[in-house]
């Protein structure tokens, strides 16, 4: 389970608390960090502002997947993926104003697994219900049982 092996209980916050775009990604970097796969906060901030100066990543339906446009293998020790839930939506420049509240935080050491990872995660999100889902877990046991289980689902379905 690609998905669920890279997200660790400390990289996950239901409710998340950021109410701005640029809250968003200071605490997506701030839970990033509490997995103890950053070296350097400051380049993935950086790195992922960048990203999304050049085009959001926020989808139509409330979802947005943040990261960097290229794997930092100095400022991160390996992949991971941060996931945080706001209680209402905010502006993160998706289409026509829509407003997002879920937000998965991809970072990679390499773009093969990048490219994998969200590949992966494009299919999960495309699945009935998933994203229904998502935003029905209070906590972070529903939210990462709700990710395994469609996970396994899918794989099973390959």
Known sequence: NLISSLIDPEGVAVPFKASTRASVLRELVALAE????????????????????????????????????????????DSFIVYGRTMRGIPFGGERGALTDIFFFVCCADSETHMKVMARLSRLLLRPDFVDALREADNLAETLQVIREAERELVEVQ
Not at 36 to 51: F, P, S
Request: charge should be negative; charged fraction near 25%; avoid cysteine.
């Open 34 to 77: 509490q997995t103890w796969k950053v070296y350097d906060r400051e380049a993935l901030l950086d790195a992922i502002t960048k990203r999304e100066d050049q085009s959001t990543t926020a989808l139509s339906y409330g979802v947005a997947i943040p990261h960097p446009h290229r794997p930092l293998p100095n400022a991160i020790e």
